[in-house]
């Protein structure tokens, strides 16, 4: 069915690829904004975004109304706006800087995409098939490389800025991207020790980590959020500091910054800061879900293929890899609610206390974590 | 006074993680989620305006559809912004009320000056200038926020009035003792 795009030149394939991260990544990015307004408005025991309609959509007579008070529609209408409104390049900035640095945050926010495997279908061996653009051995490590380049947009955008507190933010970004990348590159070291057999191929892919959660037996299937909570909780924890989310949302702070490093941007050039914000949270969630929570095995102990032969779709490769993205999708869906539920609940950490967090709390206890776990797994004979 | 020393309990080890702290405030705030909405939505819902509310300076009739303002100018000389502007008029000798002398021409009471200070309503001897429960004017343009006599009378309507004066007035005149 596929053999007419696998035919293509690469390039074109590449291409493709690349719209189709586009085309499906800036509306996620779209509806995390709205559904962030949804979040914090029903917490705030307010209903929210919900007066924007498309006449249309109106004169059907109960969805329409029921689409209109979730607000789906305000996804549109901020679209347009973000499009069409004047887009404001302040006289004191560095113009090339100014307007590269969006462009820099979208970058690495995309690209990372590409080795993030979202599902998975098995072939007529049976053998797992992973849904993924770029299926590379280096897995996580491309993830952690190529986001990590986002920090430069932020830094970039505070000094073009030109103006105190865009810099104050970008100041702010560098040190704290910084500090909280150490404990979490640490913290899923432990993963790739369990996986990594020893005599095996090494490998750091992101599908091998979802392949081992999905093993019969009662350690086969556990997932790694349930033999490493603490792998877990720093992951999370630094997670939310490198998205720039609240608590950990110094970058802008709008309490004390303005806006951060976005003060002097407006129209479509902020919007795709937050593009790129929803997307490295988008992100972030997959590779949680991957390393910690059975990737698209439906629940713990229940693998993708369990699920499969209950459903009795095994054979059609289709059917597996959609059940497979959905099962995948839901729960990136539940760990960004998470992410919202969070920032909607904690106030925002003063920053010598993100600081103390980071080096002296969070750094040694991931090493005691990567020591410990190197240990337990050097002892347990397998 | 006596000085009562207070020690400081330390922090638990599970406080100092803050993390069970987190997980209360995050249950707190997944309680609210669930909880009827306290926005009150506007142009469908509307405020329930209490008594006394101070809005927009009306002119009001008395029962029998008289107009009650005299043209006295008290209200134009009391408004601290100066938005009442008043052009006083007599009242033909035809008329049945022709006793009371005098009546607006015009009236107008500029929206855009006007700080709803209620001052005009507190001055009036005749109880004619009301602030009642309108709350939001607004216009296209300066002259739209400028309300005329007839709009005036418009947004007043009537009011109930415990005095008559004018017709407790023209009886006591008519039976010989004016004042």
């Known amino acids: 069915m596929f053999d007419f795009f696998f035919q293509l030149h690469p390039f074109v394939q590449g291409v493709a690829k690349g719209l189709a991260v586009i085309l499906v990544i800036f509306p996620l990015a779209g509806a995390c904004s709205l559904a962030e307004r949804k979040v914090s408005a029903w917490m705030q025991g307010r209903p929210g975004p919900n007066r924007a309609i498309v006449p249309w959509v109106a004169w059907i007579p109960f969805l329409g109304k029921f689409l209109q008070r979730l607000g789906v529609f305000h996804l549109m209408a901020d679209g347009a706006k973000f499009l069409f409104k004047e887009d404001p390049l302040p006289g004191h900035v560095n113009k090339f800087y100014f307007i590269l640095a969006p462009v820099v945050a979208l970058i690495p926010a995309l690209t990372t995409v590409v080795v993030v495997p979202f599902g998975a279908y098995f072939n007529e061996l049976g053998a797992v098939v992973p849904l993924v653009l770029a299926d590379v051995d280096v897995g996580l490590l491309a993830v952690f490389a190529v986001s990590s380049l986002g920090v430069y947009s932020v830094i970039l955008a505070g000094w073009a800025s030109n103006s105190k507190y865009p810099f104050l933010g970008g100041v702010r970004a560098s040190a704290q991207l910084i500090s909280y990348e150490l404990s979490m590159t640490l913290s899923v070291l432990p993963v790739f020790l369990w996986i990594n057999a020893p005599g095996m191929d090494g490998s750091l892919s992101l599908v091998r980590v979802v392949e081992f959660q999905s093993q019969p037996g009662f350690w086969g299937g556990t997932w790694f959020i349930f033999t490493m909570p603490l792998c877990a909780l720093i992951f999370m924890i630094a997670l939310f500091a490198e998205t720039n989310r609240a608590p950990f949302d110094m970058p802008e702070s709008e309490a004390d910054l303005v806006g951060g490093f976005h003060t002097e941007y407006g129209a479509f050039k902020w919007s795709l800061f937050f593009v790129a914000e929803y997307a490295h949270m988008i992100i972030g969630s997959g590779v949680f879900a991957l390393l910690f929570l059975g990737g698209w095995n439906p629940l713990p102990w229940v693998s993708l293929a369990t699920l499969a032969g209950w459903l009795g779709v095994a054979g059609l490769p289709l059917v597996v890899g959609l059940l497979s993205i959905g099962i995948f999708m839901g729960k990136i869906v539940v760990l960004l609610f998470f992410f919202m539920w969070v920032r909607w609940t904690l106030p925002r950490f003063r920053y010598d206390q993100v600081m103390k967090l980071g080096w002296q709390r969070l750094l040694p206890l991931a090493i005691a974590n990567l020591i410990a776990y190197a240990i337990g797994i050097a002892l347990i004979p397998t | ?179």
């Open chain 2, 1 to 179: 006074m006596a000085v009562i020393p207070v020690s400081r309990k330390s922090l638990s080890f599970a406080e100092r993680t803050y993390l069970p702290q987190i997980v209360s405030g995050l249950k707190t705030t997944f309680s609210y989620m669930f909880r009827p909405k306290v926005t009150l939505e506007y142009p469908e819902q509307r405020p329930e305006i209490p008594v006394n509310y101070r809005g927009v300076p009306t002119l009001v009739k008395d029962p029998q559809g008289r107009e009650k303002c005299v043209s006295c100018q008290l209200c134009e000389f009391v408004c601290p912004p100066k938005a009442i502007r008043i052009t006083p008029g007599e009242i033909s000798a035809e008329a049945p009320t022709a006793h009371v002398e005098k009546a607006p021409q015009a009236f107008e009471i500029d929206m855009l000056r006007c700080i709803y200070c209620g001052l005009c309503e507190e001055v009036c001897p005749e109880e004619a200038i009301f602030l009642q429960n309108q709350y939001s004017m607004t216009g296209y343009t300066r002259a739209e926020m400028v309300n005329d006599k007839a709009k005036l009378y418009e947004l007043g309507g009537t009011l109930p009035d415990d005095h008559f004066k004018w017709d407790k007035k023209k009886a006591a005149e008519e039976h010989g003792n004016a004042h």
